[in-house]
Each structure stands twice: as structure tokens, then as C-alpha cells.
């Protein structure tokens, strides 16, 4: 295995909190991997962190063998690394395709890109049928598949999601996240964020529990889904 | 490349149709008439500029007059100082204008919503305070520039600009991989960013863009009206009514600020001929303001699209029991 991305004591500070009280994980290529945690626990600060959204205090983030710690999100975004954000980031008033399309203008491969664009639209028929309406009417599932496809058009094979079903009725989100395993078995790594840690354990290979920035555990999924202390914590006991 | 099927669209000759009367104008209208087709222009120029950082990319500015007074004193100064010709002098203080704008926008555009919007007009009234004191600008003396009496030629300049910065917004803004960004940038900055798009380039290139189309203006402008003080080119209402107009017309969209700058200049010119220099131009403007943004937040332009659906909420309303007052 080999890691694509590497996290050292990280560390992100607003103003006087301290969000991240320096966080050490790692994720290797191919994997699912989540970071699971409570209201506040610093799980979108990671994100933002990582994908250059916010600059860390200390502690570095190593992306394809390359320091990006500092490295301008747009920057990390063309390396192969997408963030989809807490709230999905909809451009509301802009129709499904431009949204999509906007995701491609900073690929190369324009061959490829097509394809791409034929994939994303056979997988999720339902922005197909849905193509000229603007985004902000879409249903809360809809935003979130487009906003899935829309890091799938930037070209990324790494994936940060966050809260993907915050909102989401349970049905749809068991859809949602058999869309993240069919993603990831087609070859892309996702870093997974989430409150609903049971769906999210289920997911992922492995996982890391945080808390008030700070790393608790760590381990392989399946483990901690058993574990007692996780369970008490994160999975309403039973 | 346009094509000739493209070129017989019935809008495409509809446009040109329109460009073939308005160049005949000088030689229909008296000149009264055709001053103030003039100053149509030149508002029309400015509204659309605005549009393109208020409208295409939400970046509110109350700053925009700035540019058009930077734009007029540097054309003033090139022209009396330098002795350069007037279309020289124009371009250099589009160039400076441009750089300008690309040096103010670097701390202001780190702003957003109304810190920007107070940002930009802190920007302006130091400009203004700026050129109040320093002496080759003339202080409050203000600065006269070479006369030029020919009322078709200034109507020429300024129709070429505002049709300049109509296309620009055209093709650049409503039709273009580019103009897709800029709307990405009012959506969501931070999706933008998330796409891999450079939202600081895309934001300074369309601050520069509008500030330089809005510096020219106002070049053209000063030797117009051969005349310039602080008061007159950088004074806060000139922001003001750009800001006004676009609202007026629909934000965002090609048409809006052109149906804007035409109704609110007319309606600007009527009064100053009925009532003399008044206030009660801005008391109307101020009302203007309030009702457009309380009733019609998209502008004349929706118009249409709004009465026919309120007129449809009308008979539905006449045929169903009152609604309960929502809280
Ligand atoms: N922009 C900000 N300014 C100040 N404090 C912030 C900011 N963003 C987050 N915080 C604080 O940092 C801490 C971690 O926030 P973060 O958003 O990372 O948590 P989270 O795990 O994503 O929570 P949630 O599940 O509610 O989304 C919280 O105490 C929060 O109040
Ligand atoms: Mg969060």
C-alpha cells in the first residue's frame, strides 16, 4: 500500500479556539478512510486544513509525496484533490451542467473529460433528466449526488466528504453511500467525515475518532463498530 | 468566428438595425436631444461596467466612481500638462485605471458583502479627499481641459463605449467559459475554489475590467463637459447612481442596466428641467431605491414576468378563501 496522504500534527487555531490541538492520521491509496465525531469535535477543520481551505497553525500535510501544507486550494484542487464542503456547496442559480461543466476547466485532458462527463451522467440519471434546471431547486439528495459528480468532473482521484448525509432521509442516505463505495471501488480514495458513525463505519475501512481536536482511536472499521467505548459514545449504545 | 447563419438571427439584426438609427441619430434630433443621448451613453457605459462586478460576480461596490474620476483627472492632466491628443490620453488612463484597480482591489477584494461594499466607498471619498488637496490636480478649483464644441463627435465616443463595454459584457460575461467563473465567484467563492478555480485572478481581473471600462468613461467625460472638480467626478453619487440603475434595471443580467441608465437618466433630466437643481431628485432617487428593492428585486427587466404572474395570483386569490396571516 502505498500512503497518499500523510497528516502530521496539524493543528488549525480561529482567533483563541483551538480546533485542532494536533492531529496525526494517514490514508492510503484505494482506501476509504473516516474521521468521526461530535458537533464541534474540528471534522470540517481537518477538511478545510487539508484541502488548503484554511491555513494550519502548525503540523504538516504531505499529498502525493509533495508538502502541500501551504499550497493555495485551488492549487491542491488541480493535484488530484477534491472537497466537497459541509453543506454541499451549490452554485444555486446555475443549471446541473454548469456546475459540472465549471469543474472541468481546469483538466487537460479533454478527451477524457467527455467521457467523464457521459460516466457521471450514466451513474446519476437522475441530474441527467435534470440538466438545465438550476441547482438550488434540486432535492437535498440530488445536491449532494451532484455535488459528488462534481468532484468526480474535476479529474480528482481523492475525495474529502463532508457530512455527505447531514439532512438526508435515511433511505437516501443508504443511497448516497452505496454512490461513495461504487466510487471507491472504481479506483478513488475518499476521506470520509461524518455524524452518523454507524453508516459511515459500515463504509470504510478504516477510522479515526475525534473529540474536541484531538485523535481518540483508531483503527480498522470493522474493530471499532465492536469496540464498547465507541459504542457507548457514537453509536447510541447498542 | 460568426457565421452567416448566426448573422441572420432575428435578434443579430435586430441589434444592427438598432446600431444603423443610432448612428443616424446627430442628424435627426436637435442637439438638446442629442446631448442627452449622449449622457445616455455614457451611463449606459457605466451601469453595464458596474454590472460586471455587481451583477455577474456580486461584489457590490459603492467605489465604482472612483475609477470614472480617476479616469477623467488622468485624461484632464495627460491632455493640459502633456498636451497629448484626446485618444491617447483615453487609453493611458484606461491603462492606469486598470493598474489602479488592480491595487485597490488587492485589500478590498479580501472583503465580501457590505465590508466590500464600505471598503470600496472608504477607497473612493479618499480619492476624492486626495484630489481636494493635491495642487496638480487643482484642489477644489477643479481642472479645465482644452474646449471642444462638436456635439456629434462626443456622441460618437460615447455610443463607442458603451457599445464597447456591451459587447465586452456579451461575450465575456453572458457567453464565455470566463463569465461562468465569474458567476461561480458570486454562487459560492469557496466551491469555486474547491474546483480548482483561482477566484483571486478571476476577482481582480473583473474589478480591473470593470474599473478600467468606468476610468475611460470618465475620460471622455472630462473633455465632454471640459470641466472636472472633485465634487462633480468623484463625488459619492456617481457610485450611487450606477449602483441605482443596475437595480433598477435587473442585476445580472445584459439588458438590465441599459433600460436602468435610460430610465433613470431621462427621469434625471426631466426633473432638472422642470424643477431646476434640486434636491428632490435624490429624494426621489432614495424612494426609487426603496421600492424597487422591497417590489421588484429583479428589476424593470422582470416586469413583464411578474405582472403576468401576479395577475394570475390576483384571480386565484378572488376565488379561494383568505389566507391565514403567516408568522
Ligand atoms: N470560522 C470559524 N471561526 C471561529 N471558530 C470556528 C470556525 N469554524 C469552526 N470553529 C470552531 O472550531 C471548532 C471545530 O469546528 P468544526 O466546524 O471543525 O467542527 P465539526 O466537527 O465539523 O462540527 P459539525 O459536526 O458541527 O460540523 C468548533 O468549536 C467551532 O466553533
Ligand atoms: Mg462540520
Avoid at chain 1, 89 to 102: A, F, P, S, W
Avoid at chain 2, 36 to 61: E, P
Avoid at chain 2, 94 to 109: D, H, Q, S
Wanted: hydrophobic letters at 50%; proline letters at 4%; charged letters at 15%.
Amino acid at each position: 500500500m502505498t500512503k497518499i496522504m500523510e497528516i502530521e500534527n496539524l493543528e488549525v487555531v480561529y482567533g483563541v479556539i483551538k480546533a485542532l490541538q494536533g492531529i496525526s492520521f494517514y490514508i492510503d491509496e484505494g482506501e476509504i478512510v473516516t474521521i468521526i465525531g461530535a458537533n464541534g469535535a474540528g471534522k470540517s477543520s481537518t477538511l478545510r486544513a487539508v484541502s488548503g481551505m484554511v491555513r494550519p497553525s502548525s503540523g504538516k500535510i504531505r499529498f502525493k509525496d509533495k508538502d502541500v501544507t501551504n499550497t493555495p486550494s485551488h492549487i491542491i484542487a488541480r493535484q488530484g484533490l477534491s472537497h466537497v464542503p459541509e453543506g454541499r456547496g451549490m452554485l444555486t442559480k446555475l443549471t446541473v451542467e454548469e456546475n459540472l461543466i465549471l469543474a472541468t476547466y481546469n483538466r487537460k485532458d479533454h478527451s477524457q473529460v467527455k467521457e467523464d462527463m457521459k460516466n457521471v451522467y450514466d451513474q446519476f440519471p437522475r441530474l441527467s433528466e435534470r440538466k438545465r434546471q438550476a441547482a438550488g431547486n434540486l432535492s437535498g439528495g440530488e445536491q449532494q449526488m451532484l455535488a459528488i459528480a462534481r468532484a468526480l468532473m474535476t479529474g480528482a482521484d481523492t475525495l474529502l466528504l463532508d457530512e455527505p448525509s447531514m439532512g438526508l432521509a435515511p433511505l437516501i442516505v443508504q443511497e448516497i453511500f452505496a454512490v461513495i463505495k461504487r466510487i471507491n471501488q472504481a479506483g478513488k480514495t475518499i476521506l470520509l467525515v461524518e455524524q452518523n458513525a454507524m453508516t459511515a463505519l459500515r463504509t470504510a475501512n478504516r477510522a479515526y475518532i475525534l473529540e474536541n481536536g484531538t485523535l481518540l482511536k483508531s483503527g480498522k472499521a470493522s474493530d471499532l463498530i465492536s469496540d464498547p467505548e465507541v459504542k457507548a459514545a457514537y453509536l447510541g449504545g447498542y | 468566428m460568426l457565421k452567416m447563419k448566426q448573422l441572420t438571427q432575428p435578434r443579430v439584426i435586430i441589434f444592427i438595425l438598432s446600431l444603423i438609427v443610432l448612428c443616424t441619430l446627430p442628424w435627426v434630433v436637435s442637439s438638446f436631444i442629442l446631448r442627452i443621448a449622449t449622457g445616455i451613453m455614457m451611463w449606459i457605459g457605466l451601469a453595464l461596467s458596474w454590472n460586471m462586478l455587481g451583477g455577474y460576480m456580486g461584489y457590490i461596490s459603492f467605489g465604482h466612481g472612483a475609477s470614472f474620476g480617476v479616469g477623467a483627472y488622468i485624461t484632464g492632466l495627460l491632455m493640459m500638462l502633456l498636451h497629448l491628443p484626446f485618444f491617447v490620453a483615453l487609453i493611458i488612463s484606461g491603462v492606469i485605471t486598470y493598474i489602479f484597480a488592480m491595487i485597490v482591489g488587492y485589500p478590498t477584494l479580501r472583503l465580501s458583502g457590505s465590508y466590500f461594499a464600505i471598503g470600496t466607498w472608504a477607497f473612493a471619498e479618499m480619492m476624492r479627499q486626495l484630489v481636494l488637496v493635491l495642487d496638480t490636480t487643482g484642489g477644489p478649483e477643479g481642472l479645465r481641459l482644452p474646449p471642444m464644441l462638436n456635439d456629434n463627435f462626443f456622441y460618437f465616443v460615447m455610443f463607442g463605449l458603451a457599445l464597447l463595454v456591451f459587447l465586452t459584457a456579451y461575450f465575456f460575461f453572458e457567453n464565455s467559459d470566463f463569465g461562468l467563473k465569474v458567476k461561480a465567484v458570486r454562487e459560492e467563492e469557496v466551491a469555486a475554489r474547491t474546483l480548482g478555480l483561482n477566484t483571486t485572478w478571476i476577482k481582480n481581473q473583473v474589478f480591473a475590467l470593470s474599473s478600467m471600462f468606468a476610468g475611460i468613461i470618465g475620460g471622455a467625460f472630462a473633455y465632454w463637459i471640459t470641466y472636472i472638480h472633485p465634487d462633480s467626478v468623484l463625488g459619492p453619487l456617481i457610485a450611487d447612481q450606477m449602483v441605482i440603475m443596475v437595480l433598477l434595471g435587473g442585476i445580472g443580467t445584459l439588458f438590465g442596466p441599459v433600460i436602468g441608465a435610460i430610465v433613470l437618466y431621462v427621469g434625471n433630466q426631466y426633473m432638472l428641467a422642470a424643477w431646476g437643481q434640486s434636491s428632490a431628485y435624490l429624494i426621489i432617487l432614495g424612494l426609487a431605491i426603496c421600492l424597487v428593492i422591497l417590489f421588484l428585486p429583479e428589476g424593470l427587466l422582470s416586469l413583464p414576468r411578474v405582472f403576468k404572474s401576479t395577475t394570475k395570483g390576483a384571480f386565484a386569490r378572488l376565488f379561494s378563501p383568505p389566507r391565514k396571516t403567516r408568522i
